[in-house]
């Protein structure tokens, strides 16, 4: 019965959905993290600048339930959830990229790297990726797949 509903689930959200569903758990999940036991803020001053890691948790926490209900939304609507799972780590990689200009954190510039292309980049790659682009195995032709 849990394996019909997971399966239902998943139908339902196709791999767009599934890839929202996703980075939402895990931004808010790190958002979480922030908030209870908040790292060392090396690299960060432009953001702690502002205001303290724990209230900047909020930001990847009120995206990833951003992204996570756009998981549930038609193909087309979901975008909203690609932009709300942008805003963290481009908010991330702009505070890096500043500190080493700044001269603050010189690891920096591999952080704000690392965001901006496992992040931001994948996020924006995925949003271009239609549903129906790859199409489904056929079964029962083992012969053409040797």
Known sequence: MGTVLLRRVRMHLGRRGVFLLILGVGKTCWGVSFLVDPPEAAGLQLLTRFCDLRHWSWLWIICGIATIVAA????????????????????????????????????????????????????????TVPEYSVPKSPRGRRDEAL
């Open 72 to 127: 549930f939304l038609r193909i087309g609507r979901d975008r909203w959830g690609f932009y709300a799972a942008l805003i963290p780590p481009s908010v991330w990689a702009v505070a890096y990229l500043a500190a080493v200009l700044t001269g603050d954190y010189s690891r920096g510039l591999w952080v704000a790297i690392w965001y901006l292309t496992s992040h931001v980049g994948v996020i924006m790659w995925a949003a």
